[in-house]
């Protein structure tokens, strides 16, 4: 009778083993079509933005474009970005961001949340902040820059103090 528990067992793992191996080796998941439900950012649950929703930031030569989140803070700039390009003069704060005033307000509907890389928000409503490290404290989210990286950004933006140019992306 222990044979027989012992072989079972043995069976068992064996067949859990060819499972799990052969789930390992199983290709990726195919990602959605462009066509599918707009994707859904994990930081903050809010939905990501159609091609429509693009807007570039001008660095210099560097032309680095972002996506507006759903959100009436971006409404509202994206509005503004229709009828003229906004200019912002950022300065270095705290290691981790430029951060500039944008010379209007925004509807800001400030949370607590850790922005990361890439992440364009409104400060008090009337200041612009690029993110290039990481920090949590009450922002409104405008927009996601693509591709960005901590130190790619950051060299992007330089040292000290930067003027961008908010533009609708073409």
């Not at 300065?91 to 500039?100: A, I, R």
């Not at 927009?143 to 992306?169: E, F």
Request: proline share 4%; charged share 20%.
């Amino acid at each position: 009778m222990r044979k027989g528990r012992f072989f079972t067992l043995a069976l068992v793992i064996l067949l859990m083993m060819m499972v799990v191996g052969g789930c390992a080796q199983a290709g990726p998941s195919q990602a959605p079509s462009p066509s599918a439900a707009p994707a859904v950012s994990a930081a903050d649950g809010q939905k990501a933005p159609s091609d429509d929703g693009a807007f570039e930031i001008v660095v210099g030569e560097r032309r680095l474009t972002a996506d507006f989140v759903d959100s009436a803070a971006a409404d509202a700039l994206k509005e503004k970005l229709s009828a003229q390009d906004v200019t912002v003069g950022l300065s270095e704060y705290g290691g981790f961001e430029k951060v500039g005033d944008l010379g209007f307000t925004l509807p800001a509907s400030d949370e607590s949340i850790t922005a990361k890389a890439g992440d364009v928000v409104l400060y008090q409503g009337d200041k612009l902040s690029i993110i290039y490290g990481e920090n949590t404290w009450s922002y409104t989210r405008l927009g996601t820059i693509h591709g960005a990286a901590g130190q790619s950004l950051r060299d992007i933006l330089g040292d000290g103090d930067v003027t961008v140019t908010l533009t609708q992306r073409q």
